[in-house]
């Protein structure tokens, strides 16, 4: 993840990203800077990520943050999240999401969240993005 991109971060509490990628590795290495990052900062992260790919991304924050910053990071299967009602519901994700976050908001802890999005075809529904992004 770039410098001006982890500037941004720490200018603003309220940043939302759309960071679309094709190679993997490059994929991990950015989850990785940003739970850093967030870490640092003194932030919990939701990482709502695939499956396939959460044993990397865990192995290799495991490698590089302490016990103690590893109690930071939380991981949500992806497939849970956002298909909670049986379907790609924004309603859904959204009351998916917000009970998640109960504990923290209750600690009053600051938080950050990285969201995996996959589909299946290669045809992104953008309508459904934005109806989320609203919400």
Not at 18 to 45: C, F, N, S
Not at 100 to 110: D, F, G, I, R, W
């Amino acid at each position: 993840m770039n410098k001006n991109m982890l500037q941004l971060f720490d200018a603003r509490r309220d940043v939302h990203v759309l960071y679309a990628y094709d190679e993997i590795r490059k994929y991990i290495e950015h989850v990785i800077a940003y739970a850093k990052h967030g870490i640092e900062a003194g932030d919990h992260i939701i990482l709502i990520e695939n499956p396939r790919l959460s044993p990397a991304i865990h192995a290799e924050l495991k490698s590089q943050l302490t016990k103690e910053q590893m109690e930071f990071v939380h991981f949500v299967k992806s497939f849970d999240f956002y298909f909670s009602s049986g379907s790609y519901h924004p309603p859904a994700i959204q009351a998916y999401f917000e009970k998640m976050l109960e504990p923290l908001l209750e600690e009053k802890a600051t938080f950050r969240a990285w969201a995996h999005v996959e589909w299946a075809s290669g045809e992104v529904p953008i309508h459904l993005i934005e109806d989320f992004e609203k919400i």
